[in-house]
């Protein structure tokens, strides 16, 4: 089967940057995405790895490394908006998609 | 373009008996996803849609059925339901081609 682990807990101050990893076992996917979950609302689209290496949007990053079965998410210049659940999710070969068990991040004052 | 709705938003049910959930994807989305969230098994898919046809399907029993309709609209029923099945279910659509999904606000059930 298919399985994603992350962090379940992260913790860090406004302004700082927080590094979110996402390691796999999966026999294969097309790309590494990464949603993001405030309590009580729906997740939202953050970023998607098609290919190995670093994509960058605005405060996000995310990077994928196939050959490590790794990856992870970048947020910088931490702002309290960003307390929330951060998931990491692929579709299979199969075409299933699967997440990972969220990460939550506080961001103190 | 609107965002992806679902209906109800909250719903009540007692063990037995059956429930339809309903999603309206964004317009010109084909591809239509269901997943359960709960606080213990986090998100999982159920199943997805496209052009009228499930194209795949999460482990999930048989009294978890869907639907979707020529306008791309989809339903979700669970039938016989249980306490188990008290969770968020939320509905996501995509574009042709891409992994990016956009979910809805989601259907929260309470099974007593």
């Known amino acids: 089967g298919q399985s994603l682990e992350q962090p379940s807990e992260v913790t860090a101050v406004e302004g700082a940057i927080v590094q979110i990893n996402c390691t796999y076992q999966t026999s294969g996917f097309y790309g590494l995405s990464w949603y993001q979950q405030h309590d009580g609302g729906a997740p939202t689209f953050l970023s998607y790895n098609g290919l190995d290496g670093l994509e960058e949007t605005g405060r996000f990053s995310s990077f994928l490394s196939r050959s490590d079965s790794y990856g992870y998410l970048l947020l910088q210049e931490l702002q309290m908006k960003d307390s929330a659940s951060y998931f990491c999710?692929?579709?299979?070969?199969?075409?299933?998609?699967?997440f990972g068990p969220g990460t939550r991040l506080s961001v103190l004052p | 373009k609107a965002g992806v709705t679902q209906t109800p938003r909250y719903l009540i049910k007692t063990r037995g008996q059956q429930v339809t959930l309903s999603c309206s994807p964004i317009?010109?989305?084909?591809?239509v996803s269901w997943y359960q969230q709960t606080p213990g098994q986090g998100l999982q898919f159920l199943f997805e849609?496209?052009?009228?046809?499930?194209?795949n399907k999460g482990n999930f029993p048989g009294r978890f059925s869907g639907r979707q309709f020529s306008n791309s609209r989809s339903e979700m029923n669970v039938s016989t339901l249980e306490l188990g099945d008290s969770a968020l279910y939320l509905c996501a659509s995509s574009p042709r081609g891409q992994e990016t999904q956009y979910f809805g606000p989601g259907t929260r059930l309470l099974v007593l």
């Open positions: 849609y496209f052009s009228e046809t499930q194209r």
């Open positions: 317009s010109g989305h084909r591809s």
């Open positions: 999710a692929v579709r299979d070969y199969g075409q299933n998609f699967v």
